[in-house]
């Protein structure tokens, strides 16, 4: 059974730097595009980054661009997500995922793995 655990999530305040991490277990997935995304409180779960097979390609959304980055060490069979300059509307469960099959992108739909998600709290 594949399973996915975040960790790294935290209270930091505005301007800070957080790295998650989430190691998978039961499987690997090197041949995957892997991703992450976040739900703030009371809204919708979005789409943060993601990233492909080997480190080849990534995409990050509009609202982190320049300041998030997504990369992966398949040696560790694990993502991270680097977050610097933080942001209170940075506030969110931070989930990750895994989308077997897709090489390249990881998005929501297709994924089929998912962590349990690690909270992270920027403070004003």
């Known amino acids: 059974q594949a399973q996915l655990v975040e960790s790294g999530g935290g209270l930091v305040q505005t301007g800070g730097s957080l790295r998650l991490s989430c190691t998978a277990s039961g499987r690997v997935f090197i041949g995957d595009a892997m991703g992450w995304f976040r739900q703030p409180p009371g809204k919708q779960r979005e789409f943060v980054a993601d990233?492909?097979?080997?480190?080849?390609?990534?995409s990050v959304a509009n609202s982190v661009n320049g300041r998030f980055t997504i990369f992966r060490n398949d040696a560790k069979n694990t993502v991270y997500l680097q977050m610097n300059d933080l942001k209170p509307e940075d506030t969110a469960v931070y989930f990750c995922a895994a989308c077997p099959g897709h090489s390249f992108t990881c998005p929501e739909t297709e994924a089929e793995y998912w962590g349990q998600g690690t909270q992270v709290t920027v403070s004003s």
């Open positions: 990233i492909s097979y080997h480190n080849l390609s990534f």
